[in-house]
């Protein structure tokens, strides 16, 4: 059965560096998602990717968020630098239609 | 006030309960309605989706959903200790062949003790 791919799948960095998660979505699917989800809480969506096109990022905080997907498959977010805040985990998905399948997720703490 | 609100719980049950989860929302655009499992350190895995109003039922689930009341619902039946979770309702207003955002709740942790 296809999976969304992500890795790593734990990180751990100190405030102020800059860490980057990868993610391979199912073949075939054109839309990719990358959430962040707080321990206890729904997962909240800060990019979106039809393709290689952005076409929701209202919710990055893009003075130290971004996000690439080069050639429409997999797809990089970086943070840069870290804050004690951005400990999470952050998950990536794909879909085809309106079902969303997610990956492992990477869980990331800030020391 | 949230789009959409879930009960976070946490719930405990006795093997073989039969468990009721439920969402509000506000937003009377969405079409689609998902609930995901998420179980402790892993991604949320798709459980169950309907569109518009009606039930669903698949093995030991049941989803409903009434947008007449802005309200949906997941059962399960015959609960079993492997069910032990959290269940995350999600929603969209997106069509079937095109993505949009999901909206979230905030999940439910459900315990079903042996």
């Known amino acids: 059965e296809a999976e969304v791919a992500q890795s790593p799948r734990y990180k751990i960095t100190e405030k102020s560096q800059a860490v980057a998660f990868w993610c391979d979505p199912i073949s075939g699917h054109a839309t990719l998602y990358w959430y962040r989800q707080i321990l206890g809480q729904g997962p909240e969506l800060l990019v979106q990717?039809?393709?290689?096109?952005?076409?929701?990022d209202s919710q990055l905080p893009k003075d130290r968020f971004s996000a690439e997907r080069l050639k429409g498959v997999d797809s990089t977010l970086k943070i840069q630098p870290a804050e004690l805040g951005d400990s999470a985990m952050y998950l990536c998905?794909?879909?085809?239609?309106?079902?969303?399948?997610f990956g492992p997720g990477t869980r990331l703490t800030v020391t | 006030q949230k789009e959409v609100e879930q009960d976070p719980g946490p719930l405990s049950v006795p093997e073989g309960a039969i468990v009721s989860l439920n969402c509000t929302y506000s937003n009377s655009a969405f079409q689609y309605f998902m609930w995901y499992r998420q179980y402790s350190r892993k991604g949320p895995e798709l459980l169950m989706y309907?569109?518009?109003?009606g039930n669903k039922e698949d093995g030991r689930f049941t989803a409903q959903v009434d947008k007449s009341s802005k309200y949906i619902s997941l059962f399960i039946r015959d609960s079993q200790p492997s069910d032990s979770a959290t269940y995350l309702c999600a929603m969209s207003a997106a069509g079937e062949t095109s993505g949009s955002r999901l909206t979230f709740g905030e999940g439910t942790q459900l315990t079903v003790n042996p």
């Open positions: 309907t569109y518009s109003s």
């Open positions: 990717f039809q393709d290689e096109s952005v076409v929701d």
């Open positions: 998905a794909s879909s085809q239609g309106s079902l969303e399948y």
